[in-house]
């Protein structure tokens, strides 16, 4: 199970919402081993302008901060490795690099 939590930076209300997970979408681009990947994904995200959350208490769209963090992982999990980057701008996809696998 992961807790995905936002908090308002107005007021500091916290919402958190669990949800039961059997996969993981990593970005692989710009990161050479799968811990850059979860370090990448775990990441606290800032939610700005067009992107703001609606906070409950202040009635209203305010920045905030959004963060996932693991709490029990499945019996199997998945990881979706995200190896290909489409350019608008040319309609092309890029196939992205391996990375290195530290086991």
Same mark, same amino acid.
């Given at each position: 199970?992961?807790?995905?939590?936002?908090?308002? +930076?107005?007021?500091? $209300?916290?919402?958190?919402?669990?949800?039961?997970? @059997?996969?993981?979408?990593? /970005?692989?681009?710009?990161?050479?081993?799968?811990?850059?990947?979860?370090?990448?994904?775990?990441?606290?995200?800032?939610?700005?302008?067009?992107?703001? @959350?609606?906070? $409950?208490?202040?009635?209203?769209?305010?920045?905030?901060?959004?963060?996932?963090?693991?709490?029990?992982?499945?019996?199997?999990? /998945?990881?979706?490795?995200?190896?290909?980057?489409?350019?608008?701008?040319?309609?092309?996809?890029?196939?992205?690099?391996?990375? +290195?696998?530290?086991?």
């Amino acid at each position: 199970m992961f807790v995905l939590s936002c908090r308002c +930076q107005q007021c500091g $209300t916290e919402s958190a919402q669990p949800s039961l997970f @059997y996969e993981l979408e990593l /970005n692989i681009a710009g990161h050479k081993t799968l811990a850059d990947c979860l370090e990448e994904f775990l990441k606290e995200e800032k939610l700005e302008g067009a992107d703001r @959350y609606h906070c $409950t208490v202040c009635k209203s769209k305010q920045d905030a901060t959004r963060s996932i963090k693991l709490d029990v992982l499945p019996p199997v999990l /998945n990881l979706a490795l995200m190896r290909f980057v489409f350019d608008r701008s040319l309609f092309f996809i890029h196939v992205l690099c391996f990375l +290195q696998c530290v086991c």
